[in-house]
């Protein structure tokens, strides 16, 4: 068995356009630009971009949904184009915002019949809908109509249908897209919980949400514009935005501040006088520098209001990256949609 839980190399995929009297004989967009991936497996693996990069279209390359155009891709040890039957036999993949099924069908009906198409036996599948339900708290409602259930119930509904098999490799496509914050929430704790209780299975999660990718991923990879432009651990990325952490420092007013920068480690100084008080903005080469620079503030006569440090988030990341918040990226997606 392969160490690998999936495998991309140089993955390409790309769509033909309509014809348009702008562009008689259309056009050829590129949603999917080259992407190398390796993950083991056990790991919660994110990527993590906004609206129109690639991450959807590269999810369904890899459970089978759509062909690559070039490149290549292996999952659970086999080949997207060639051996889909077995990847199916060995994956799930849950969508956010999804409609499958009957909303006349009650949530158990409707389980039970996914966990048919499944191949598992009756009497065992329905236990095992009736213990997952309680687990995301949706068993009081499992003789309701589908049609009837909220947004949020909804998704823990398809996530219970998603885990029902116990996929070796589950696939997370913006799973919390349009919950609310509990909804949410609610769904990102099971997530983790399901992780815990099953070590070597593996989660590919696509998110537009930092946090998300924050609070659940072992991995992330940045993707924009069909391609990934960094990959490493949430805590690796933060430290590379901006130098790591940096400190924020309000003094009474220091009327310029250039002379902090003759402090062994400062690295980077910004200060901004406001009405009698300098806010310094402070890059250091440790966290252990900041006693040099408070000993210089005191051997001046200058007094320290607040001090607080300060973590980069991953937004600070692909602002860096990109060049402009996650939001706006976003934004201009549906400007061009």
Not at 179 to 203: C, F, H, K, N, S
């Amino acid at each position: 068995m392969s160490t690998l839980a999936i495998e991309t190399r140089d993955l390409v995929r790309t769509y033909r356009t309509r014809k348009s009297a702008q562009n008689p004989s259309g056009g050829t967009v590129v949603a999917v630009d080259g992407i190398t991936l390796q993950i083991p497996r056990g790991e919660l693996f994110g990527l993590l971009g906004p609206n129109g990069a690639g991450k959807t279209t590269a999810i369904k390359v890899l459970v089978t949904l759509l062909l690559p155009t070039s490149g290549s891709a292996r999952v659970a040890g086999f080949d997207v184009a060639r051996e889909t039957q077995q990847i199916r036999e060995r994956i799930s993949m849950v969508s956010g915002g999804e409609s499958s099924g009957y909303g006349l069908l009650t949530v158990r009906e409707q389980l039970w019949m996914f966990s048919q198409f499944y191949g598992l036996p009756s009497r065992a599948a329905l236990g095992r809908i009736d213990e997952l339900l309680k687990v995301v708290g949706l068993f009081e409602e499992r003789h309701r109509r589908v049609s009837a259930l909220s947004s949020g119930m909804r998704q823990k509904m398809n996530l219970v249908r998603g885990l029902l098999p116990d996929p070796e490799i589950l696939f997370l496509d913006e799973p919390t897209l349009g919950l609310d914050v509990g909804a949410a929430r609610d769904v990102r704790a099971y997530i983790r919980e399901w992780v815990r209780q099953r070590p070597g299975r593996t989660i590919l999660l696509t998110t537009h949400y930092m946090h998300e990718a924050e609070e659940l991923c072992d991995r992330v990879a940045i993707i924009h514009k069909g391609a990934v432009v960094v990959t490493d651990t949430p805590a690796a990325l933060r430290h590379r935005a901006a130098g790591g952490s940096y400190f924020i420092l309000t003094t009474s007013l220091l009327d310029g501040a250039t002379w902090l920068g003759q402090v062994p480690g400062v690295q980077r100084i910004d200060a901004r006088d406001g009405d009698g008080s300098t806010e310094v903005r402070l890059e250091l080469a440790d966290d252990g520098v900041i006693a040099g620079v408070v000993k210089a503030l005191a051997d001046r006569d200058r007094r320290i209001l607040s001090l607080r440090k300060v973590e980069p988030s991953l937004e600070d990341v692909f602002v860096q990256i990109v060049g402009r918040r996650l939001e706006e990226a976003d934004e201009a997606v549906g400007r061009r949609e």
